[in-house]
């Protein structure tokens, strides 16, 4: 079945990078966009990006823009989020999520998340 | 950039017919394709309505999605307390050329 793991979440102090990973098994990674979303305490969920099955067209929510960046390693079945000039509004847990189908879609399968703190 | 409008509560008793809204516009809703999560507390969003008003397995039929125009609805029917969770609404919007999720509805069984 389908597995999304998470990793690479911890207390970060504003202005610094952190690199969030998700491990993905279970299904061809390597045709399959992949999104992440993220939800800070208390708040609803929020997409932050979006990348296609092969790396070549990536999409960013506006409070995320210019300082992430989505990526993916086919060959290793991972995606990654690098966060960079992190803030103190990016506290949240990060999840990543599986495109319900090939081409564009929106998530269907979601990690459970990884928590990101920022704080001094 | 939440430019799709839920209601923040919806409740009902136990067997009743609960309705959440989503209202968006021609760029988001009007053209493409609605989603619903479900959120229980504590745990990641599940998938409960995809392309407007198809389940994936396993959800049960009380869950039905709906479309007209630029607004999109999630029913519950047969209201049970399980049911009690927050819900999204998510499309993709054409001019932003982003993902949007409403604000979520939170369901409380009376």
Known sequence: QVQLVES??????????????CAASGFTFSSYGMHWVRQGPG???????????????KYYGDSV?????????????????????LRVDDTAVYYCAKERAR?????E???QGTLVTVAS | QSVLTQP?????TPGQRV??????????IGTNYVYWYQQLPGTAPKLLIYRDNQRPSGVPNRFSGSKSGTSA?????????????????????DSLSVVLFGGGTKVTVL
């Open chain 1, 65 to 85: 823009k210019g300082r992430f960046t989505i990526s993916r390693d086919n060959s290793k079945n991972t995606l990654y989020l690098r966060m960079n000039s």
């Open chain 2, 19 to 28: 309705t959440i809204s989503c209202s968006g516009s021609s760029s988001n």
């Open chain 1, 103 to 107: 081409g564009g879609d929106l998530p």
């Open chain 2, 73 to 93: 609805s999630l029913a519950i029917s047969g209201l049970r307390s399980e049911d009690e969770s927050d819900y999204y609404c998510v499309a993709w919007d």
């Open chain 1, 109 to 111: 399968y979601w990690g």
């Open chain 2, 8 to 12: 923040p509560s919806a409740s009902g």
């Open chain 1, 8 to 21: 690479g979440g911890g207390v970060v102090q504003p202005g610094r990078s952190l690199r969030l990973s």
């Open chain 1, 43 to 57: 708040k609803g969920l929020e997409w932050v990006a979006s990348v296609w099955f092969d790396g070549s067209y």
